[in-house]
């Protein structure tokens, strides 16, 4: 009798499960459809045009699912805002998500039209192109569906719209109120952010935030991520000559702006790849229960060498994960003359470097920058912040032209927070899988205005797949990770806190 009724358990539970899987498909498909329309819509970060017809498309979705919407106003681009009618005895849930990309560059793309979404099937080491009339009801879930912002980070709006289709289905209830924020300057540092939080902090105020954006964990299991780092950036530039100057005539004689710009960043770093530069990386500590949860991790330092195909990682932590725990100097571009088919026998007028500062909590941006800018004054240079002139040049042996950019604060949640722990029980239970903890992720989202003026814990729930391409030609999305994310979001809908 045991055996029967086990059985019969077992048979309606996988009933139940085919069911859901049944269900989650077919808003699969219809995900797909809305994204296509979706991506059709241009959002260049730079294009004010584009942010624009996005946030109008936005506001009919959002309506047509019942949320109230506004656009605020903020000094630059607007915020789009959603939320579902509000209750009092509810705890409130606020989602960040952004809806800007980056710029694309179609020449170098493998479709002719980056914002026409391209589907795409799995062959050999690539992937080749098959017509959309090939999806059917059994829709293959390695499939991809290429185009710009694919995965970043429109896909997750996307989601969260068809996961509320599903509930609606179901007839579920939400035990949560649900606000939605979403950013069309993401993707330039998001500079307007701190002063609209202060500005609309009522609509805004929330139990806890959870920001969907970037790759789950390269095993692809459900993921948790308490933390991100900042970014500040800055472009140095160095001068020889006024005009380029034939290299046989000015050879050894006039100043190579390319060797001073190689010379001076490469008195940043040792061979270790540390940064030399004093108090770089004070304040920052690691204790053992910090160091158990970073090894906890399922990360493969030797897989991502030879993903990357290089031999030796830099130094500046013992693994991967400890190396996230610290704030990077990275020369991101480096500009001087002409290469390839076009260079030039000459000595150059000047060299560019395109750094970024990558920051963590224990960091502060401008203070970064002060000790690089002060290194740069110890290596004999005189500092300038334009371009210099014939008097300022002539005056001093080494000029350099410093330009600052704005800084995103790093943000890190406890990892015993008890909103953080409702994330993973949900998702474990969503998925029936460990949830992957992550402290810190390298890659930066402007979520500490929220924190700082809000006073809420912020979790990052990564949605997409790793090897997406985000920022890069061919970006794109595993239709899997469509269900993935409804699958996350319905867990995350329809659970109770504790």
């Known amino acids: 009798m045991r055996k029967i009724v086990f059985l019969i358990s077992l048979l309606t539970a996988i009933s139940v499960s085919a069911q859901d899987d049944t269900a989650i498909k077919s808003q699969v498909a219809a995900a797909i459809t809305e994204l296509r329309e979706f991506i059709a819509i241009p959002n260049d970060a730079l294009n004010a045009d584009d942010i624009d017809d996005n946030v109008l498309w936005l506001k009919r979705k959002f309506g047509e699912r019942g949320f109230n919407t506004a656009i605020l106003e903020t000094e630059n681009m607007p915020l789009f805002f959603a939320a579902l009618p509000v209750d009092d005895a509810k705890p409130t849930l606020l989602l960040y998500m952004h ?4 710029s694309v560059d179609p020449s170098k793309w493998d479709q002719p039209n980056p914002y026409e979404v391209v589907l ?10 098959i017509s959309f009339d090939e999806l059917n009801d059994d829709i293959n879930y390695d499939w991809r569906l290429f185009g710009r912002s694919t995965s970043d980070d429109k896909s997750p709006i996307i989601i969260l719209l068809n996961t509320i289709d599903l509930l609606k289905k179901e007839g579920k209830e939400i035990p949560f109120n649900v606000k939605v924020i979403l950013d069309g300057e993401e993707e330039k540092s998001s500079k307007p952010l701190p002063k609209a ?6 609509l805004l105020e929330a139990d806890f935030l959870v920001i969907a954006d970037g790759p789950v964990h390269p095993s692809g299991d459900p993921t948790v991520v308490y933390g ?3 970014i500040t950036t800055l472009t140095l ?3 020889g000559p006024v005009k380029p100057q034939h290299s046989g005539h000015y050879g050894n004689y006039a100043p190579n702006p390319g060797f001073q710009l190689a010379q001076l960043l490469a008195s940043m770093k040792d061979s270790d790849g540390k940064v030399t530069i004093p108090g770089y990386y004070d304040g920052i500590s690691i204790d053992d229960t910090t160091k158990d949860v970073l090894k906890s991790v399922p990360d493969s330092d030797a897989e991502i060498s030879d993903k990357l195909q290089f031999k030796s990682a830099e130094k500046v932590g013992g ?3 400890e190396a996230l725990q610290y704030p990077s100097l990275n020369i991101r571009g480096l500009g001087s003359g002409w290469i390839g088919d076009k260079a030039r026998t000459i000595v150059p007028e000047s060299a560019t470097a395109e750094l970024d500062l990558r920051l963590v909590v224990e960091t502060d941006g401008n203070q970064l920058k002060k000790l690089v800018k002060d290194h740069i ?6 500092l300038f912040d334009h371009v210099p002139s014939k008097e300022e040049r002539m005056a001093h042996d080494k000029v350099v032209t410093v330009t600052e950019g704005s800084v995103t604060d790093a943000f890190r949640t406890d990892l015993d927070n008890p909103y953080g722990q409702f994330l993973v029980n949900t998702l474990q239970n969503s998925f029936g899988k460990d949830v992957i903890q992550i402290r810190t992720t390298g890659g930066t989202v402007p979520i500490a205005p929220f924190i700082n003026e809000l006073k809420i814990p912020a979790f990052i729930v990564p949605m997409v797949n790793p090897d997406n391409n985000q920022h890069s030609p061919n970006e794109n999305l595993r239709i899997g990770q469509l269900a993935y994310g409804i699958k996350a979001f319905y867990g995350m809908l329809t659970s109770e806190l504790n």
């Open 120 to 129: 795409k099937a799995p062959e050999g080491d690539g992937f080749k192109t």
């Open 237 to 239: 530039t160095t001068y």
């Open 319 to 321: 693994f991967y994960q």
């Open 99 to 102: 809806f800007d990309g980056q």
């Open 377 to 382: 004054t110890k290596q004999g240079y005189t």
């Open 197 to 202: 939080v202060k500005q609309y902090r009522e």
């Open 228 to 230: 991100c780092r900042g």
